[in-house]
């Protein structure tokens, strides 16, 4: 009984407190501002003057060169400063001793002197813009560069137009030109302060600048005596391979084109890691010339299968080719 009375006892203390008590405050969470709205990433476009990034593996034989598009060339690009000389050692690769396109032998001078030449002058763009030079650097059509067939690189000549005594300093980092009567190929921006870029060959005269020598004048009055300019090289129409394998035996084959800028560029860049085997061979099939970068001459396949391991380990899918 005293139970059953302390029970309700008990009650009635929970039932008065759940009356009397005041209701816990509410809380409520704090209010968040709202995000931000969204902003759209800016986008971001490329300078067209800028060194441009590389673009792997050879030009397509399929593409022709061109100019860039009017979009693309900087303000001012005949504007563009001269190559300013300096001392530079000589490339790793683009230097080997001697090579051969079109049947021709080209042996690089150990150093440029006082040399000069006449010739006819063309310029390359943007089938080459982003590739790599014959001395491994990226072309860059809006810089003040050439290419020639034998100076060292890198080298700086004096280039002068001799149609309107304009005259500029570029500096040689590549290989070319191997069109017959052609000595020098002039990057977009030489060329446009040359005033060329609207004509497929113009002649020049080029000279060889050292860095003590004196600045040279953007024009000049008068053009000095002609020089004898280096043969051009023979645009043979049947070819023959050099060293053409004996009967039984063959070449390791990495490479073929049709443009001989494309299959020196990739000769000389396997001579520079090692492959110092390396050549270019011309064939004429069916009257395309066609310009091979092999290896060799080898026995039989066999012997040739420890440097084609070597070759693909750099990435070259080497072949076995006979005559």
């Known amino acids: 009984m005293r139970l059953r009375a302390a029970g309700i006892v008990l009650l009635c203390t929970l039932l008065a407190a759940c009356v009397t008590a005041p209701p816990a405050p509410e809380r409520k969470a ?14 971001v476009s490329r300078t067209p003057g800028l060194p441009p990034e590389f673009v792997p593996g050879p030009a397509p034989l399929s593409e ?5 598009a009017p979009e693309e060339i900087p303000a001012g690009i005949e504007l563009t400063p001269d190559a300013v000389p300096q001392e530079e050692p000589r490339s790793r690769s683009g230097n080997s001793p001697e090579y051969q396109v079109f049947g021709k032998t080209y042996r690089t001078m150990s150093q440029a002197g006082s040399f000069r030449e006449r010739g006819h002058a063309s310029w390359y763009g943007k089938k ?10 990226i072309y860059d059509m809006f810089k003040m560069t050439a290419a020639h067939k034998t100076l060292p690189l890198p080298s700086y000549v004096r280039v002068t137009n001799l149609a309107n005594g304009k005259s500029t300093i570029v500096r ?11 000595i020098i190929d002039l990057s977009y921006a030489a060329a446009a302060k040359l005033e ?7 002649e020049v005269e080029i000279e060889a600048v050292n860095p003590d020598s004196p600045a040279p004048p953007t024009a000049v009055a008068a053009v000095p005596a002609p020089v004898p300019a280096e043969s051009p090289p023979p645009l043979e129409p049947k070819a023959e391979l050099r060293s053409a394998p004996a009967a039984g035996q063959g070449w390791l084959q990495v490479a073929s084109f049709i443009d001989p800028i494309n299959a020196v560029a990739l000769r000389e860049e396997l001579q520079g890691k090692g492959f110092a085997g390396a050549t270019v061979i011309t064939t004429d099939l069916g009257g395309e010339v066609l ?19 070597r070759l693909r380990g750099h990435g070259y899918a080497a072949e076995w080719m006979t005559q």
């Open 172 to 182: 040689v980092n590549d290989r070319g030109p191997f069109h017959k009567g052609r």
């Open 196 to 202: 060329i870029i609207n004509h497929g060959a113009v």
């Open 30 to 43: 704090p209010r968040r501002p709202p995000p931000p709205p969204q902003q759209p990433a800016p986008k």
């Open 128 to 137: 080459f813009h982003g590739r790599k030079t014959a001395n491994g650097e």
């Open 64 to 68: 022709r060169d061109r100019g860039p």
């Open 291 to 309: 310009h091979r970068v092999v290896t060799g001459p080898f026995h039989d396949e066999t012997s040739a299968a420890d440097l084609r391991r």
